[in-house]
């Protein structure tokens, strides 16, 4: 298994689990974000770890010698970052996944596991948004990028003989977490227990689901998948089926960390930044039907992410 992004915070719970089930496992990460989440496992020769970046086509592509499957998470998360850096997606998204797929190419592996997300349905008219939604007008570049990458995967599944499950995710939380609105907040609150900046309304909502239960949901799809006849190229949405308002996630992090009479200071309008995708919820009853459903509905996930953040903080 070859893991880009794997040193990340869903890719090291990935690899945790990887090397638990006995495989042999790559990780190639350019350690950007600042974290190294896996180094217990490089320490100890459990995972062969690679220190580069996507757009270094031929690294990728000697580093792709004898894998038999890509699990591809890496990309930036910072989505923000997109207005200032244009290019920034184009590159870590668009380029990157082009590096991969022909990286794979050039060595005959043939199935990829790829990470996309929620945020390539923009504002849609639909409540909660299946998987066959249409036009899909992202709001941010970091959408764009992801949503041009299920393109290029796609035709590469035609073209080429690949086989690959593309996942949309809902919002992914736990241990390990370095942002997101949880991590924000238990931060801001750390730093001033008296006071906490919402950025946008605070009338925001989405689906929030724990990592574990993100693995779970792949592992279960990607099994049935590339053991079977199915086809050559799939996508589901994954996630909670129920969503958190951002006041609610306000009021867990407050209660978790034992405060009271914390002042709100709402900044922007309606969106927290440009690019931001203030309302989304996503529909899993496809995969539902398959036979996969997350156990914790979406605010009881970020309880249980805000107290792994705020152990995680206080270590």
């Known amino acids: 298994m070859l893991v880009t992004g794997g040193a990340g915070f869903i890719g090291s ?9 006995g495989h042999e496992v790559t990780v190639y990460d350019s350690l950007v974000s ?47 970052s997109g207005v200032n850096r244009p ?22 592996v043939g199935r990829l596991v790829f990470s996309s997300t929620g945020a390539i349905y923009g504002e849609a008219e639909v409540d909660p948004i299946p998987e066959n939604y249409g036009p899909l007008l992202p709001l941010s570049l970091y959408a764009a990028g992801k949503l041009a990458a299920e393109g290029l995967i796609a035709s590469y599944c035609s073209l080429f003989g690949f086989r690959a ?21 238990i ?17 925001g909502v989405k689906s929030y689901f724990l990592v574990e239960e993100c693995l779970d949901g792949m592992f279960f799809v990607v099994e049935k998948a590339f053991a079977g006849d199915g086809p050559a190229v799939d996508l589901l949405n994954l996630g909670a089926g129920e969503a958190t308002t951002v006041m609610d996630i306000a009021r867990i992090v407050i209660e978790e960390l034992g405060l009271t009479d914390v002042k ?52």
């Open 87 to 108: 290019d920034l997606d184009l590159q870590n998204a668009i380029v990157a996944t082009h590096n991969v797929l022909e990286a794979m190419r050039a060595h005959g």
């Open 165 to 185: 499950r593309m996942f949309r995710f809902g919002n992914v939380v736990g241990a390990r977490m370095s942002h997101g609105v949880t991590y924000d907040f």
């Open 34 to 80: 600042g974290h190294n989440w896996i180094t217990g496992h490089i320490e100890a020769g459990r995972v062969r770890f690679i220190q580069a970046d996507l757009l270094d086509a031929d690294r990728l592509r000697s580093a792709m010698k004898g894998t038999s499957v890509v699990w591809h998470l890496g990309g930036n998360t910072d989505i923000p």
């Open 264 to 315: 709100f200071r709402f900044t922007g309008g309606r969106q927290g930044w440009p690019g931001d995708q203030p309302r989304v919820r996503l529909d899993v009853a496809r995969v539902n039907r398959l036979g996969w459903k997350a156990r914790a509905q979406s605010s009881e996930a970020v309880r249980v992410a805000a107290r792994r953040i705020i152990a995680d903080l206080k270590k």
């Open 13 to 21: 719970h990935l690899v945790d689990r990887l090397v638990d089930h």
């Open 187 to 203: 931060v801001k609150l750390l730093r001033n227990p008296t006071e906490l900046e919402i950025l946008g309304d605070g009338q």
